[in-house]
């Protein structure tokens, strides 16, 4: 039963996974406050502690071949349970697409359109996003390769150029926070940026890609990311100091202040262009997931016509979440880490103890045979 | 039909998509702006509010060349107002003029050295939280009133903002110490045991000719000013604080006075605690100078005088160092960040000498070491009154 006949490359596989961590890099402030100048090692700390989690996806990917993450749910869990799980993952979709989309708008509003009103630019990603979608997985993902490499660039660009105001001595002292936010920080590194990536799970049939190359892809995919988000949280750390933490977005600010020679200065776009390409990026594959998920959920084969409704709710949705950044930012220190823990971590790996247990992966094929007789 | 429908839509949706994506909410055309050059903060008569002067770089061009001595009076607006925080005082200014005002290039903050003392830690939200604030802005302070610094028609440069730029743009490259950002101040006043600086100008009036002159250091404590370093002493924090170029080093002795230039100077600093508690400072200073000038020195051969020069100016750059420390502890304000040093090199004992730093501190034992390389004389290698002393033997 799939609805999207489009399939992509392991390369493009690799990116996707790539640019949707990115996307998360620039709005590394729900770290950088709570761990400070330790959020670099926490960063490093919190990507080996998911390796893990990453080969649990990868498991599951592998294990079922030909089946997303709500088909899998029914299969392990049974037609009832299975679907009641759906549906919750459902709303997980929706609402990181809408999270990410009023991110979307609250950032451009603060980087360079502060009078347009956030309807319109969330409109005008939404009216180009539901664009994609409707022409499926392959559109998608396209572009995932253009838009990693752009940011490399350009943030190697903006690394260079701010090189000279990093003061080394800002990393120190290391570890002279309570135990407690080192646990925090890694928490909320694993599941806000890290394991948000089992929506790939639901994309993962669409992959041309054999068992081997699935683990080579999706960690180098990943790898990719996180070296991203270690290079925007350095020279976050190292220019500003003890100042991390009261900017909303640190790498603006940074960006901000290169000046070399009075000409090379106000660097700022280049954060501007990377945040929208990259959160365009993340919202879109959200949107198309969702979209897809609820497609398949009611049955629908033409999930084309669900496409701009579901944008629809999720701008709706989006402004409804939250009143203000503060509560954003403070929610997802403190709230969502917790929030997300079940869909990113538990599911998935009660998914796999049951999936063993019952043998299941050996059937799958005859399974669904039988159920398309 | 299809194809027909799609035409028709997006015949419909481009010029819609036209409209919307040229982001009407956000132009700002050049000739309905006023460009901020420079922000002045002043004291006023009620202690809660703020006297705000906005200098205003016009954006008219000189090119018709008709007038001499008017460009000079056009070429800035001062608006003035008094405000309880600088938002109102913006607030009022955009009501009453016909331009929207934008801070983005603004270069200077400056703040009157009677605000400095009341106290400027709630007055400076603004520049942090504003979107168009830039970390970048230069922090100075006026001796008297900063709007007079503002208001200074100088003869360099038509904008007294920019002149105050260039000047910190120079100063950059003899020090970055020298440069204070508001990210550097704001950073040393949230930090609470670094003490902030900022630079003194003060506008100085002689034969109806205006100047702005570099006064020194103002040194802050607690967010009000406490204090101030002189030139001299400027150049003993500058040096103590290293990675100093192209910086004048003047000696005076018996024989002679000798200037020299600073090619490099380093400073590497090293803290330790003693068992009795007491902090001990380290300074490694690693100069290399070239010899400016020289006037005096009789008799001396070349190869003394290097020699002695070295030691001359290891004792100058030396008591440069220890003057302005001495100075600092009397004022009780660590403006090297040796607390922080102490923090990064002691995490445990610091949490104890966090809250006592302010007792600290004055006792704080200094040691300079001052290694000098003087490794070429400049065009001669011998000076004028040399030579005679040999001719005469």
Redesign the interface.
């Known amino acids: 039963m799939r609805i999207d006949k489009g399939q992509i490359s392991g390369t493009q596989f690799m990116f996707s996974v790539a640019c949707f961590i990115q996307a998360s890099a620039l709005l590394a402030t729900f770290i950088s406050t709570v761990t400070l100048q330790d959020s670099w090692l926490v960063l490093l700390f919190g990507a080996v502690l998911c390796l893990p989690l990453i080969w649990l996806y990868r498991t599951l990917m592998v294990m079922f071949p030909d089946q997303n993450l709500l088909q899998i749910l029914v299969e392990v869990y049974g037609p009832v349970v299975g679907k009641v799980i759906g549906v919750a993952y459902i709303w997980f979709f929706f609402t990181l697409a809408s999270l990410n989309l009023t991110d979307l708008g609250n950032f451009t509003k ?1 980087t ?6 956030n309807m ?1 630019l969330a ?2 990603c939404v009216l180009v996003s539901a664009f994609a979608v409707r022409n499926g997985i392959k559109l998608v993902t396209r572009y995932s390769t253009l838009f990693a490499v752009i940011t490399f660039i350009l943030l190697s660009i903006g690394i260079i150029l701010i090189l000279n105001q990093i003061k080394l ?1 800002n990393f ?2 290391m ?2 926070q309570p135990f407690g936010k080192y646990v925090q920080g890694i928490h909320i590194i694993s599941t806000i940026p890290f394991g948000e990536l089992v929506v790939f799970l639901m994309i993962h049939p669409y992959v041309k890609l054999s068992r081997r190359n699935t683990t080579k892809y999706l960690l180098l995919g990943f790898g990719l990311g996180v070296i991203t988000i270690l290079g925007v949280l350095l020279p976050n750390i190292g ?5 991390l933490d ?1 900017f909303t977005l640190p790498t603006l ?1 940074i960006l ?2 290169v ?1 070399l020679g ?1 000409a090379l ?1 106000r660097m700022e776009i280049i954060f501007a262009v990377i945040l929208v390409m990259l959160l365009f990026f993340k919202i879109t594959l959200l949107y198309y997931v969702s979209v897809l998920a609820t497609a398949q959920l009611f049955k629908v084969k033409a999930y084309r016509h669900l496409a701009l409704a579901a944008g629809a709710l999720i701008i709706a949705y989006g402004f409804t979440l939250y009143p203000s950044l503060v509560e954003h930012a403070a929610s997802a220190q403190e709230i969502t880490p917790f929030l997300w823990t079940p869909f990113e971590i538990l599911i998935p790996l009660l998914t796999f103890c049951i999936a063993k247990l019952r043998k299941l992966p050996k059937t799958s094929k005859e399974m669904a045979k039988e159920q398309e007789v | 039909m299809n194809r027909r429908i799609r035409l028709v839509a997006s015949v419909i949706l481009l010029p819609v ?1 036209i409209m ?2 040229s ?1 009407c ?2 132009n700002h055309e050049l000739d309905t702006l006023f460009i901020v050059t420079g922000v002045a903060l002043d004291k006023a008569d009620d202690p809660e509010q703020l006297d705000i002067t906005l200098q205003i770089g016009k954006t008219k061009s000189n090119t018709s060349g008709s007038g001499e001595s008017n460009s000079q009076q056009d070429s800035t607006i001062l608006l003035k107002t008094t405000a309880y925080t600088m938002m109102e005082g913006l607030m009022e200014f955009n009501r009453d003029s016909s331009r929207t005002l934008l801070l983005q290039h603004n270069q200077v903050l400056l703040l009157g050295s009677a605000l400095a003392e009341q106290g400027i830690k709630d007055r400076i939200d603004l520049f ?1 939280r504003d ?1 168009e604030a ?3 802005v230069l922090v100075m302070i006026a001796d008297g009133r900063a709007d007079k610094v503002l208001s200074a028609k100088l003869d360099q440069e038509k904008i007294s903002g920019m002149f105050l730029a260039r000047e910190m ?1 120079d100063l950059y490259a003899v020090s970055p110490y020298y440069k204070i ?1 508001m ?1 550097d101040f ?2 040393r006043l ?2 609470g045991i670094t003490s902030p600086v900022a630079p003194i100008v003060a506008m100085e009036e002689t034969d109806n000719k205006q100047e702005i002159k570099f006064n020194g250091f103002a040194v802050f404590k607690d967010g009000k000013m406490i204090g101030r370093l002189n030139n001299d002493e400027v150049m003993g924090y500058i040096w103590a604080m290293g990675n100093v170029k192209k910086c004048g080093v003047v000696a005076d002795c018996d024989m002679g006075r000798a200037v020299f230039q600073i090619i490099n100077l380093d400073t590497e600093r090293d803290v330790t605690l003693r068992p009795d508690g007491v902090v001990r400072v380290t300074l490694s200073v690693n100069a290399t100078l070239n010899i400016g000038e020289l006037r005096g020195f009789k008799g001396k051969t070349s190869q003394d005088l290097m020699r002695y020069l070295i030691d001359l100016a290891q004792s100058e750059i030396r008591r440069k160092i220890t003057d302005t420390f001495e100075t600092t502890q009397t004022l009780n304000a660590d403006i090297y960040g040796i607390g ?1 040093s102490v ?2 090199k002691y ?1 445990k004992e610091w949490k104890e000498f966090k809250n006592r730093w302010n007792e600290l501190f004055p006792d704080t034992e200094l040691d300079v070491q001052v290694q000098v390389h003087l490794p070429t004389t400049g065009q001669i290698i011998k000076s004028m009154e040399m030579e005679e002393t040999r001719r005469e033997d």
Do not use: K, Y
């Open positions: 603060l360079i359109m502060q009078e347009t009103p319109v409109l005008m001595e120190l002292p570890f002279d220019v500003l100091g003890n100042l009261i600010v901000r202040l000046n009075m200065s | 998509l919307l994506l982001s909410w956000d942090l979107h830039r970390m970048e743009q950002r990210l704001a950073s949230r930090d922080t923090h990064r995490p």
